[in-house]
């Protein structure tokens, strides 16, 4: 564009303000006089609405100007509960070697002293490249936790002028790869500070990864990859919506050219085609300038932040093996009260007529499952559960009954024993419905919620799936043979 087109388009642009500004002027002065003209009574209350209006507007305007508050660290139980809960699952037989590991090399790093850097982030994304430029000319130490290339390898450097030990950790958004991704995870919680390498704009689960790293509170760098394929606005424009993508959840944002080798074909002049081969420069000078800002206390003063990061990534994982040990808790519980229930029906009349009957059983499998999952319940709440789940069975009898007698159909041996096996069945049903529906509710919502049991205990007295149904059946059978 010529200068006097800018300068003819400048002048046009300063006109047309000029008059938008007296056009505004125009009718504010047209309004005002309006106003003024108005009965007072009507004048202050026009007047009322236009200074609420505008108390909204500036009240919304502050709002949203507010300067927001950094993202609060995700605080980790004390230690030593959180050892007492895993030595409480080894008590229990559960295979805790794995978190027991992670405390010793919790304390391993602590004594070592290194400052720990990892580096995160999805496949093909430059990270073993950047791997290389950070620490160059240094062949990884394999983790002790290895067995595969694809697993967390260490290098050591001092190239930067500072001593670390940067973590090679597998890429995300792998087909089949949970459990690297797990391992990655792991090994980001151990690091002080974690460098998250992308290629450009943050995808929905990159934009996930971050806020997850970013709830520990520890340093954190966003390192937007090969910035060299790009011309400098489109470097600026990129990096400008990473950053605001981000929403302020690392510590810093900068564009980096991780380099490596590079294939591509020309033509020759003589008509032939040539492959050719090169290596790009690397520059992570902005990279290495962030983290030196952010490590420059040291891996003492970091520790804090590391461990508080380890140790609550520890109590997911301790949380993770507690609620699968108990809902196989739940299920021995809920067998073992339903196989009672069968023997006890075969004095009953009909299905759901006599829980009133079954009620010592039902509050204890109530009692067990409260004490499984640590809530506390009053003889109150159980009766009040009892009277709402014998209200459940009244309107669902004619369920029971039917889905009873098609299962027994499977099973003549059993079938033809007359109607005391269709009520043993038809408890066994309705026990395990109900213990079922509670382990959920309890385990969830960690109380008693009489409603949410209730509609779960209903999904399940119409489930007629035949694997459950069958597993009724050769429950009922058991029970039968051992009485």
């Known amino acids: 564009m010529s200068r006097r087109l800018r300068l003819l388009l400048a002048v046009i642009g300063l006109v047309a303000l000029v008059w938008l500004t007296l056009a505004?002027?125009?009718?504010?002065?047209?309004?005002?006089?309006?106003?003024?003209?108005?009965p007072e009574g009507l004048r202050w209350i026009v007047g009322l609405l236009v200074l609420f209006g505008a108390a909204l507007v500036v009240g919304f305007g502050a709002w949203w100007l507010r300067p927001r508050r950094p993202r609060t660290p995700v605080v980790a139980p004390d230690r030593a509960s959180l050892e007492a809960r895993i030595e409480t699952l080894r008590e229990s037989r559960i295979d805790v070697e794995e978190l027991r590991s992670?405390?010793?090399?919790?304390?391993?790093?602590?004594?070592?002293?290194?400052?720990?850097?990892?580096?995160?982030?999805?496949?093909?994304?430059?990270?073993?490249?950047?791997?290389?430029?950070?620490?160059?000319?240094?062949?990884?130490?394999?983790?002790a936790r290895g067995g595969t290339t694809r697993d967390v390898a260490h290098y050591e450097t001092?190239?930067?002028?500072?001593?670390?030990?940067?973590?090679?950790?597998?890429?995300?958004?792998?087909?089949?790869?949970?459990?690297?991704?797990?391992?990655?995870?792991?090994?980001?919680?151990?690091?002080?500070?974690?460098?998250?390498?992308?290629?450009?704009?943050?995808?929905?689960?990159?934009?996930?990864e971050l806020r997850w790293l970013g709830d520990f509170g520890k340093p954190l760098?966003?390192?937007?990859?090969?910035?060299?394929?790009?011309?400098?606005?489109?470097?600026?424009?990129?990096?400008?919506?990473?950053?605001?993508?981000?929403?302020?959840?690392?510590?810093?944002?900068?564009?980096?050219?991780?380099?490596?080798?590079?294939?591509?074909?020309?033509r020759l002049a003589d008509g032939t085609i040539e492959n050719v081969a090169r290596r790009?420069?690397?520059?992570?000078?902005?990279?290495?300038?962030?983290?030196?800002?952010?490590?420059?206390?040291g891996a003492t003063q970091l520790e804090a932040l590391r461990e508080n990061a380890v140790l609550a990534g520890l109590h997911e994982r301790t949380g993770e093996r507690e609620a699968e040990w108990r809902a196989a808790e739940a299920e021995r519980i809920v067998s073992r009260y339903a196989r009672r229930a069968i023997v006890g029906a075969m004095a009953a009349?009909?299905?759901?007529?006599?829980?009133?009957?079954?009620?010592?059983?039902?509050?204890?499998?109530?009692?067990?499952?409260?004490?499984?999952?640590?809530?506390?319940?009053?003889?109150?709440?159980?009766?009040?559960?009892?009277?709402?789940?014998?209200?459940?069975?009244?309107?669902?009898?004619?369920?029971?009954?039917?889905?009873?007698?098609?299962?027994?159909?499977?099973?003549?041996?059993?079938?033809?024993?007359?109607?005391?096996?269709?009520?043993?069945?038809?408890?066994?049903?309705?026990?395990?419905?109900?213990?079922?529906?509670?382990?959920?509710?309890?385990?969830?919502r960690r109380t008693l919620d009489q409603a949410d049991a209730s509609e779960r205990m209903r999904e399940l007295l119409g489930d007629a799936g035949q694997s459950r149904l069958r597993r009724l059946a050769e429950l009922t059978g058991e029970a039968l043979r051992d009485r």
């Open 102 to 143: 992670e405390l010793g090399e919790l304390d391993r790093r602590r004594e070592t002293a290194h400052v720990y850097v990892a580096v995160f982030g999805e496949i093909s994304t430059g990270k073993s490249t950047l791997i290389a430029a950070l620490a160059p000319g240094n062949a990884p130490e394999r983790d």
């Open 221 to 266: 760098v966003l390192a937007v990859n090969k910035a060299d394929q790009w011309t400098a606005a489109e470097r600026d424009s990129i990096v400008g919506r990473v950053r605001a993508q981000s929403a302020g959840i690392p510590d810093a944002v900068v564009a980096i050219s991780a380099g490596g080798d590079e294939r591509f074909t020309r």
């Open 349 to 444: 009349v009909a299905p759901g007529s006599d829980l009133v009957i079954q009620g010592v059983l039902a509050t204890g499998m109530v009692r067990a499952l409260a004490a499984l999952h640590d809530v506390r319940v009053t003889d109150v709440e159980i009766d009040n559960l009892l009277r709402q789940v014998r209200m459940t069975l009244r309107t669902g009898t004619s369920l029971v009954l039917a889905i009873s007698g098609n299962a027994l159909k499977a099973f003549p041996g059993l079938g033809t024993l007359g109607g005391g096996i269709l009520h043993a069945f038809a408890y066994a049903l309705i026990f395990d419905s109900f213990g079922r529906a509670l382990a959920a509710t309890l385990a969830e």
């Open 158 to 208: 001092d190239a930067w002028g500072a001593r670390w030990t940067v973590a090679d950790v597998p890429g995300s958004a792998e087909s089949d790869g949970d459990a690297r991704e797990r391992m990655a995870r792991d090994e980001a919680l151990r690091a002080h500070a974690v460098v998250y390498v992308c290629a450009g704009d943050l995808t929905r689960t990159q934009g996930e």
């Open 280 to 297: 790009r420069p690397a520059d992570v000078e902005p990279l290495m300038n962030a983290l030196r800002r952010m490590l420059a206390p």
């Open 24 to 38: 505004a002027v125009d009718r504010a002065i047209a309004l005002g006089q309006r106003f003024m003209g108005l």
